[in-house]
């Protein structure tokens, strides 16, 4: 079946360690995207890769990066994580065609607690 | 910026109610509505995709409907069921046709 897998499930790592999440996608969509949801709040967008093309968020600190080495995997690294960036951290993809943004698709998230 | 409402934020039914879970945004200029569901510590599902030149969109017992100009949408579950329980969110792109802006979600309880 044609999915989004993200890896691992669940992250820990200490404060101000680096740490990288992974996604990938078997949809061949051209563009993904990384959420962060806290507890009870509605996903909020980092970023999102529009084929090669990044696009930030204004919102979003610098201490979080990403990188699409190809069309099916994105990665989040997060440079220095702090207690308040522990959150369900969700990749989707979706295509984009006919000038318009199209249907979204969702990985099963990244726990990540910061220690 | 747009901004997307959900009401309410949370709502419990007994088995086999039907019920319509709201959602409102302010800025109506947008490509398409999409709604998913989240169930606890898990990513969305996706339900339904709603363009901006339809009114309505059915998946088996799910209704969702679009008004536009008024900045609306509702979703509305027949006949619901226990499995029903989860979160469900709605999303407009944040302007005209850039990625989504979600909703809180309404946390939805179909008590057996």
């Known amino acids: 079946d044609a999915m989004v897998i993200q890896n691992p499930r669940y992250q820990v790592t200490q404060f101000g360690k680096p740490v990288t999440l992974s996604c990938s996608q078997t949809?061949?969509?051209?563009?993904m995207y990384w959420y962060q949801q806290k507890s009870s709040q509605a996903p909020k967008l980092l970023f999102h890769?529009?084929?090669?093309?990044?696009?930030n968020e204004a919102d979003t600190p610098d201490n979080f990066q990403s990188r699409r080495p190809n069309t099916s995997f994105c990665f989040l690294d997060i440079r220095s994580p702090g207690l308040g960036d522990a959150a369900m951290y969700l990749c989707?993809?979706?295509?984009?065609?006919?000038?318009?943004?199209?249907?979204?698709?969702f990985g099963p998230g990244t726990r990540l607690t910061v220690l | 910026k747009q901004e997307v409402t959900q009401i309410p934020a949370a709502l419990s039914v007994p088995e086999g109610e039907n019920l319509v879970l709201n959602c409102s945004f302010t800025d109506s200029a947008i490509y398409n509505l999409q709604w998913f569901r989240q169930d606890p510590g898990k990513g969305l599902t996706s339900l339904l995709l709603i363009q901006s030149s339809q009114r309505e969109q059915t998946s088996g017992r799910l209704n969702a409907s679009l008004d536009k100009s008024s900045g609306r949408s509702t979703l509305y579950i027949a006949a619901s069921q226990p499995g029903d329980s989860a979160t469900y969110l709605c999303?407009?792109?944040?302007?005209?046709?850039?990625?989504?802006?979600f909703g809180k979600g309404t946390r939805l309880s179909v008590i057996a």
């Open positions: 989707a993809t979706s295509t984009y065609a006919g000038g318009a943004y199209n249907e979204q698709f």
């Open positions: 949809l061949n969509h051209n563009v």
């Open positions: 999303a407009v792109p944040n302007s005209g046709n850039t990625p989504l802006v």
């Open positions: 890769y529009y084929d090669k093309d990044f696009n």
